[in-house]
């Protein structure tokens, strides 16, 4: 018979937890970004291990609805919610007065709060790479830094998961803002591994391949094959995409007991996907063309 391609086998279905039960019970993990996406599907499995929750972003109404929906996680523990712009140091040090008040100081930290908009370098306004660049890296550097700061004033461990792009590596054409901060990102990781593992505070990189979900904006949405979570794709070679609840799966490993001694790296959840270079590639396609848009913004 035939041995047709049939890609990576399709995960156990959403609803079971890749950890033994109540995992993260007593733990606080807090989110940003976690209303949303990939945010919201890492935060679901800390929930599902028992952690009690924060969410942090821009947007209160939204962060309400997840809250809701998180609490109602079968095993989740408490879930608070602090609409925050991470680009705010003080809002940031609020986030986290109000979380230790509440629930207590965050034992763990995922850092997946990002922005992002395709580009031709040359058409980026200083305001555009300022967003892009604050928001994904200075943000996630002041989300850390609060975090370090209590946890090393408290002598207490904690463990840090920043949400990167394999772009970090290999630089991403049309997205020159987002590609530079995230491997701004990546570098801290592995400068504060080295930094913090004396004082019990490790920091990992998870980095998603792509991983489709209705939360998507418009601008990121357009640019893509539109895929549902773990659909075929034959331009990969997993033959599919992602499903958010195999990478809520990894954030919650890296974050948990089994992995005391992982700290300074970076794993990638992609199907190999970043690999997939020769030197005889498809023909190259300026960005300019593939976006559709005439010089600086034309
Ligand atoms: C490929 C797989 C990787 C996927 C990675 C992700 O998904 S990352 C996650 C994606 N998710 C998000 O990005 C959600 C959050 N995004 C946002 O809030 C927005 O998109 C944002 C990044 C622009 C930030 O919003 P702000 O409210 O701070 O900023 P604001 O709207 O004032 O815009 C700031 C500057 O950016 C410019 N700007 C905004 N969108 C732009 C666009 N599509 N192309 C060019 N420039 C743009 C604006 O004109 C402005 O510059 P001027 O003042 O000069 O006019
Ligand atoms: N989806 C993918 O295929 C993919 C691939 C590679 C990497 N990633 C990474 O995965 C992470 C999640 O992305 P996603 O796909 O889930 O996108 P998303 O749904 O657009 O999530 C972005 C989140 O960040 C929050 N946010 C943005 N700016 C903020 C700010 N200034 N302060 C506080 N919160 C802010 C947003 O909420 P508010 O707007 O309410 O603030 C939103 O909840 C990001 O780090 C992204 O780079 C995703």
Same mark, same amino acid.
């Given at each position: 018979m035939e041995n047709l391609p049939r890609g990576l086998p399709a995960p156990p279905p959403p609803g079971a937890a890749a950890l033994p039960p109540g995992t993260y019970a007593g733990q606080v993990v807090l989110v940003t970004g976690g209303g949303t996406g990939l945010g919201k599907a890492i935060a679901t499995e800390f929930a599902r291990l028992g952690a009690d929750l924060v969410i942090a972003s821009r947007r209160a109404e939204q962060l309400e609805a997840a809250r809701r929906e998180l609490a109602a996680v079968p095993g989740a523990g408490r879930v608070a919610a602090a609409a925050c712009d991470i680009r705010d140091p003080e809002r940031v040090a609020e986030v986290f007065d109000a979380a230790e008040a509440a629930l207590g100081l965050p034992d763990v930290l995922v850092n997946n709060a990002a922005a992002n908009f395709p580009s031709p370098a040359e058409d980026l306004s200083p305001n555009a790479w300022r967003a892009v660049v604050d928001i994904t890296l200075t943000g996630t550097w002041f989300m850390t830094r609060e975090f370090g700061?209590?946890?090393?004033?408290?002598?207490?461990?904690?463990?840090?998961?920043?949400?990167?792009?394999?772009? @970090?590596?290999?630089?991403?054409?049309?997205?020159?803002?987002?590609? @530079?901060?995230?491997?701004?990102?990546?570098? !801290?990781?592995?400068? !504060?591994?080295?930094?913090?593992?004396?004082?019990?505070?490790?920091?990992?990189?998870?980095?998603?391949?792509?991983?489709?979900?209705?939360?998507?904006?418009?601008?990121?949405?357009?640019?893509?094959?539109?895929?549902?979570?773990?659909?075929?794709?034959?331009?990969?070679?997993?033959?599919?995409?992602?499903?958010?609840?195999?990478?809520?799966?990894?954030?919650?490993?890296?974050?948990?007991?089994?992995?005391?001694?992982?700290?300074?790296?970076? !794993?990638?959840?992609?199907?190999?996907?970043?690999?997939?270079?020769?030197?005889? @590639?498809?023909?190259?396609?300026?960005?300019?063309?593939? !976006?559709?848009?005439?010089?600086?913004?034309?």
């Open positions: 700061r209590r946890h090393l004033a408290a002598g207490t461990p904690g463990s840090i998961v920043n949400i990167g792009a394999s772009y @970090a590596w290999t630089g991403g054409p049309g997205f020159s803002h987002s590609a @530079a901060a995230k491997a701004g990102v990546k570098s !801290l990781v592995e400068t !504060l591994a080295v930094e913090w593992g004396p004082y019990g505070i490790q920091i990992n990189g998870l980095v998603p391949g792509l991983f489709p979900h209705a939360d998507m904006t418009e601008d990121i949405r357009g640019g893509l094959e539109r895929a549902a979570p773990g659909a075929r794709d034959a331009r990969q070679p997993a033959l599919r995409v992602g499903a958010p609840h195999e990478l809520g799966w990894a954030a919650t490993f890296l974050a948990s007991p089994y992995a005391r001694f992982v700290t300074g790296h970076t !794993l990638v959840v992609d199907g190999a996907n970043w690999q997939r270079r020769s030197v005889v @590639a498809p023909e190259v396609v300026p960005v300019r063309e593939q !976006l559709g848009r005439g010089p600086f913004g034309g």
